[in-house]
């Protein structure tokens, strides 16, 4: 058959199949157009048309094909899911890195905390005077505000400066896990070093009456995702250093799905504790007691969740609870 | 091979082509992209000036999600164009090239970071110049490429030209050349068709004008014209 009379018989279906992909109007039978266009695209190609042919239906199968083979990820149930199981079920499954990342956090931040807790001098080795008094400033009993000199609508300014900062922070120390690692472990030893000279210096100072009803409520969840995320990141380092049998890039691409289900949690995580921190552990009208309480409540409450929530699911019980409501 | 065709097989047995986009168009659909963002937050900022430090949180919050979620809204939602990406023609795909998803847009974007390490975009550029395909780290976590989308091109017309059968045992390589010559009637200039024609006066002992004339009507002929 000569092009021409080929282009003429099927003419009429491109254009159809064409109006349909751009404006939806129209009736179509979208599997079946998308086929019959696959078959004419390769005959074209057998009988050797001209490119400007190929290329026009090349274009059209591709347009088609997205449509196709569209990938919808976001159904409801599968967050609800999430939350109760997914999340706590993906970092047990992680949880040599989890372990790891915390002992690279916990580790640096034991020894700098009772490092500058003994001597005076080593917390400006990390940080300059300046911060030191602000640190002290902020934290200093005498002040009838805690945190930050703070009216009312600077809660919401805090809040602002929290997620911005503290997630920011979380999802670098997981991106940093790619280059085999190390960054993640530099964000990590660093925000542990930071933290424990903090700590250490603080405590040293005296202001535990105020430092420790601050810390301990949005801690919980802040400090657990930090270090979850740097868990996804060694994760990923993981991969390209040891692919097992695999391909680093497949392993890197099998260990990123991992990796994401921990870093979706730790986001969710982090805007708790940002509203926490901005609106609850700021609060000077609440008996320290209560934020101490309230604070070991919520530490128990992120360990038990992690520890036991999902674990009566299994694969199945996951499909089920998929589909079922 | 030097060649930027990134190639896929559709279950359908359909090979689908896409031309994959470089370091350059995409270092500049990036500054383009960082040029709106810039615009935005300075618009914000401008507007929530007098909402004082709740105005202050609120932008805060804004930059956040400007600075993390701008790509993956504009990848999903918009066909995989951010609006550089769309200036420059380019779009993002899954490596099977199926629109891009959620998890893949997600991914790739957050791992930009490890792309910008350890300063203005290093790793990102050097992993997209030695990958075939072009794509940086957080591409090859994600299993995404950014591609040319290609232009609608309109439907050339054929040469005004009466159709002549072509002599007897005309190869098909031949036949393939003499159709491109009559295909691109308007995309050569007139003077280099003529050249092009005259290379061919030793079989059709014609030349100038009048051969071009006669293998453009070999051509219609052989596209199917009567």
Redesign the interface.
């Known amino acids: 058959m000569k092009q021409r009379d080929f282009e003429n018989r099927y003419e009429d279906r491109w254009n159809a199949l064409e109006q349909w992909l751009q404006s939806g109007e129209g009736t179509l039978d979208l599997p079946v157009a998308y086929r019959a266009l696959c078959q004419q695209l390769a005959v074209a190609k057998e009988r050797q048309y001209t490119n400007q042919l190929i290329d026009r239906l090349n274009r059209l199968v591709m347009a088609a094909h997205h449509r196709v083979y569209q990938q919808q990820t976001l159904r409801r149930n599968t967050w609800l899911w999430y939350l109760l199981a997914g999340f706590p079920r993906a970092v047990r499954a992680q949880i040599r890195y989890v372990w790891l990342a915390t002992a690279l956090f916990v580790l640096p931040a034991l020894v700098m905390g009772i490092g500058s807790y003994s001597n005076d001098a080593l917390i400006y080795a990390v940080m300059s005077p300046d911060q030191v008094m602000q640190f002290e400033s902020m934290y200093d009993p005498g002040n009838s505000v805690l945190g930050r000199e703070r009216g009312s609508d600077s809660d919401l300014m805090m809040f602002g400066f929290y997620i911005k900062n503290n997630i920011g922070i979380a999802f670098r120390t997981f991106a940093a896990g790619l280059l085999f690692g190390i960054g993640a472990i530099f964000f990590l030893v660093f925000n542990g070093v930071y933290l424990g000279a903090v700590f250490g210096h603080i405590t040293r100072v005296g202001f535990v009456t105020t430092f420790y009803p601050f810390v301990i409520g949005h801690g919980a969840f802040e400090l657990t995702a930090i270090v979850l995320a740097g868990a996804a990141g060694l994760r990923l380092g993981q991969s390209l250093i040891d692919p097992g049998g695999r391909r680093r890039l497949v392993a890197l691409r099998l260990a990123s799905i991992e990796a994401m289900k921990i870093v979706y949690g730790t986001f969710l995580m982090l805007v708790i504790a940002a509203f926490l921190e901005a609106f609850w552990s700021s609060s000077t009208e609440l008996a320290i007691a209560v934020k101490l309480a309230v604070g070991a409540a919520l530490w128990l409450l992120v360990f038990a969740y992690f520890a036991l929530a999902g674990r009566g699911v299994d694969g199945d019980g996951h499909k089920e609870l998929r589909s079922g409501s | 091979m030097l060649d930027t065709t990134y190639n896929v097989e ?1 279950p ?3 090979d ?3 031309q994959a986009a470089g370091p350059v168009p995409r270092i500049l659909a990036f500054a383009v992209d960082v040029f709106y963002r810039s615009l935005v937050l300075t618009g914000l900022g401008i507007a929530l000036a007098f909402a ?3 105005g ?6 804004c ?2 999600l400007l ?2 979620f701008y790509p993956v809204y504009f990848e999903v939602m918009r066909g995989g164009q951010t609006p550089g990406k769309k200036a420059f023609g380019l779009m993002v795909v ?1 490596d ?4 891009i ?3 893949a847009s ?2 790739r974007n ?5 792309d910008f ?1 350890p300063f203005a975009y290093a ?1 990102g550029v050097i992993s997209m110049t030695l990958n075939r395909n072009f794509q940086r ?1 957080g591409d ?4 995404t490429l950014v591609v040319y989308r ?1 232009a ?2 309109r ?2 017309s054929l040469p005004d030209v009466a159709p002549l059968a072509p002599p007897r045992g005309l190869q ?1 390589q031949d036949q ?1 050349a003499v ?2 010559l009559t ?1 691109r009637h308007g995309e050569l200039s007139d003077a280099r068709q003529r050249e092009l024609a005259d290379l061919l006066q030793p079989v059709t002992g014609k030349s100038d004008r009048a051969a071009l004339n006669y293998l453009r009507a070999v051509g219609n002929w ?4 009567k």
């Open positions: 559709t359908e047995g359909i689908l082509r896409a004082d430090r709740a202050m949180g609120i932008w805060l919050v930059s956040f600075e993390w899954n099977n090239l199926t629109p998803s959620w998890g997600l991914l957050l791992l930009r970071f490890a390490l790793a780290l090859m976590a994600a299993g290609e609608e091109h439907q050339t098909l393939l159709i491109s295909e052989l596209l199917g014209g």
